[in-house]
């Protein structure tokens, strides 16, 4: 396991933040861990608990504060367990937090970067974009909501960019359509040697279609369900290259040209109607 698994002895919060307030919320936590703070790379994963009885969650390591101990991280209300996770308050302790997971990003100089993200997916390309940037590539970022209030992380992500673009579904902010719109008017004018894209699955699946047949590598970070995220339940299980990856151990990241997203398309949605039950619920 890259980086070893480190279970915090603190956990607690130390900063909270509403990013959007509604439809959905999506909030930013400051949380004490300082040996995942020590180990985390761009790209990597924690898995928190809030209670005892509670379900496992995977979310990603936006930031990391080495000096003070300190992880960030980003999640959107979309079921039960986040749904709870917005009701603690600074101060309050998780119950479990363990990581860093996954593999860590291949962080080297590949040349121009296309960099996309789309609603909470706009947390996970920050790290990366960040180290990238670092690295001496050229960055072009695409951000993309579906409406103005649902955008996050815009000034950190323009700040890291040369080229920076925002679109919304209904023409709110920026440029009304898709990233992928962008994305496609881009890729005509340049070429470019690297395309990083995380978002929802519809959108990673039109990125990949896009950038296969201009063959150019392209990268996505998968969020499949996950249970225990150390390789042992299977429930990550994602067909790449046609064979069967565990997105926890194997991933999160994958060649996006390789990914079966209709087998993946369809893994997703089976909870979401139970999600949607538990979001309407007033706890
Ligand atoms: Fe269980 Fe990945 S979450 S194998």
Redesign the pocket.
């Known amino acids: 396991m890259p980086g070893g698994i480190f279970f915090g002895t603190d956990m607690k919060i130390i900063e909270k933040e509403i990013l959007t307030k509604e439809n959905p919320v999506i909030t930013r936590l400051g949380v004490i861990a300082p040996a995942i703070a020590l180990k985390a790379e761009p790209g990597q994963f924690v898995v928190l608990m809030t209670s005892e009885e509670g379900e496992r969650i995977p979310l990603t390591i936006v930031e990391k504060d080495e000096a003070r101990g300190t992880i960030s991280l980003i999640f959107q209300e979309a079921g039960l367990t986040t749904k709870l996770l917005g009701k603690f308050k600074i101060g309050d302790t998780l119950y479990s937090l363990a990581g860093p997971l996954g593999h860590a990003t291949e962080i080297k100089n590949y040349g121009s970067v296309i960099i996309i993200g789309g609603g909470v997916g706009l947390a996970e390309i920050l790290p990366v974009a960040r180290a990238l940037k670092k690295e001496g590539n050229h960055i072009s970022t695409i951000i993309g909501a579906r409406a103005k209030e649902m955008l996050i992380l815009e000034g950190e992500l323009k700040n890291t960019s040369d080229e920076f673009y925002v679109t919304t579904d209904n023409g709110s902010y920026g440029r009304k359509g898709f990233t992928t719109d962008v994305l496609t008017e881009l890729i005509q004018k340049k070429n470019y040697d690297l395309v990083y894209a995380v978002g929802p699955i519809p959108m990673m699946k039109r990125v990949a279609s896009i950038t296969k047949n201009a063959k150019i590598k392209t990268l996505v970070s998968l969020n499949a369900l996950?249970?225990?995220?150390t390789?042992?339940?299977?429930?990550?299980r994602v067909t790449v290259s046609g064979q069967t990856k565990?997105?926890?151990?194997d991933g999160p990241e994958f060649d996006a040209h390789a990914v079966d997203w209709e087998e993946l398309e369809k893994r997703n949605k089976v909870y979401s109607d139970k999600e949607s039950h538990i979001c309407k619920l007033n706890l």
């Open positions: 996950m249970v225990d995220a390789g042992m339940c299977g429930c990550c565990f997105s926890c151990v």
